[in-house]
């Protein structure tokens, strides 16, 4: 391994560590203020009877610690940014790029601040705030990122693992929608058995961070690194049993860092490659609406899948490490695909 290579994998490591630690630090402090404000899930699903049932056990489990994911990465990055002047370790441990990381860091913010309210909004009852104002706030959010790529970054091409195809503005414009939109309704339709979403996308982030490592975009790596170090924290709570939830502001903010990373490793057409479990949850919705709409009878017990298997009988542990290793499966098949286009 060159020396370069060598050195930015140390970087990485250590923001991972760095990043895990301060997750470990916010959790009590997290739980304190869950505690005094009474931030407890309330699963109350009136469309759904048989998933709130099964939920019911949890109510009351401190949610919004989606916060101890998104925050140690942004921390860092401030830290890093302001004291690299004065102490010649931040500037070697800095990932703060304006053409790697400006955007991901950006979009982190964005949908941690967004998802935050969104959480306090149902917590609290305000305004009526519904399921279809949160997909609102998603498409907000993504028709900004969207324009950013096209008029910042003048992106009007698809690529993967070096290989480019250019469809134009309006093209792209609807592509990075649908990718956006797909990946973060799935990943908030995942999001509903202990250790589940973490998991996941734990296993999606690592093999993102791998593509910008082998990119030479060290800075992303470093980025993402950050968000293993977050969530293997958070991970280490919201496993069976779970002493907290991640609420919209978790999987809102680790959502848009995957697409945003998956664009920027040219990886965005694996996605459904990465993310099975995603594209499975996101269809059990999908075919149950559509059988109880024309069809008038349900496939499933209950939607997403994971309360189909619930309901079912299946052990939430089981659930979650079994959906776990089909996503591992997925992401070594995307790492076979990715590599053997980029180097063969």
């Given at each position: 391994m060159e020396i370069n290579s060598f050195l930015n994998l140390v970087k990485v490591?250590?923001?991972?560590?760095?990043?895990?630690?301060?997750a470990l630090f916010l959790v009590p402090l997290y739980l304190k203020i869950a505690w005094k404000f009474?931030?407890?899930?309330?699963?109350?699903?009136?469309?759904?009877?048989?998933?709130?049932?099964?939920?019911?056990?949890?109510?009351?489990?401190?949610?919004?610690?989606?916060v101890i994911i998104w925050l140690p990465p942004l921390l860092l990055a401030f830290l890093f940014l302001v004291l690299r002047p004065w102490i010649n370790l931040f500037e070697f441990l800095n990932f703060v790029n304006r053409r790697e990381t400006y955007l991901p860091l950006a979009g982190l913010f964005l949908g941690g601040f967004f998802g935050l309210i969104d959480d306090l909004l149902r917590q609290y009852n305000l305004?009526?705030?519904?399921?279809?104002?949160?997909?609102?706030?998603?498409?907000?959010v993504g028709?900004?990122?969207?324009?950013?790529?096209i008029s910042k970054l003048g992106i009007n091409f698809i690529d993967v693992a070096d290989k480019r195809i250019f469809v134009g503005t309006i093209v792209f414009f609807i592509y990075f929608l649908l990718v956006f939109l797909a990946t973060v309704l799935a990943g908030d339709i995942t999001d509903g058995v202990d250790g589940l979403f973490g998991g996941i996308s734990f296993s999606i982030i690592l093999v993102l961070t791998i593509f910008a490592f082998l990119n030479q975009d060290y800075n992303l790596a470093a980025f993402g690194g950050s968000l293993l170090g977050s969530l293997l924290a958070y991970l280490w709570f919201n496993f069976y049993p779970a002493k907290f939830f991640d609420g919209n502001t978790g999987s809102f903010s680790v959502g848009i860092a995957i697409v945003l990373m998956s664009f920027f490793t040219q990886s965005s057409l694996l996605l459904?490659?990465?993310?099975?479990?995603?594209?499975?949850?996101?269809l059990s919705v999908i075919v149950q609406v559509f059988s109880k709409k024309f069809l008038k009878r349900k496939i499933f017990l209950s939607t997403p899948i994971h309360h189909h298997l619930r309901a079912r009988g299946w052990p939430e542990p089981n659930i979650t490490f079994r959906f776990w290793i089909i996503n591992i499966i997925g992401c070594l098949l995307g790492v076979m695909i990715y590599l053997s286009l980029k180097f063969l």
């Open positions: 490591l250590s923001v991972s560590s760095l990043s895990f630690l301060i009474k931030l407890g899930d309330k699963p109350h699903r009136h469309d759904a009877p048989i998933a709130t049932e099964t939920l019911k056990e949890k109510a009351g489990t401190p949610t919004m610690a989606g305004y009526g705030f519904r399921r279809r104002d949160t997909v609102l706030v998603y498409l907000s028709l900004l990122l969207a324009w950013w790529f459904p490659i990465l993310a099975p479990i995603f594209v499975f949850e996101a």
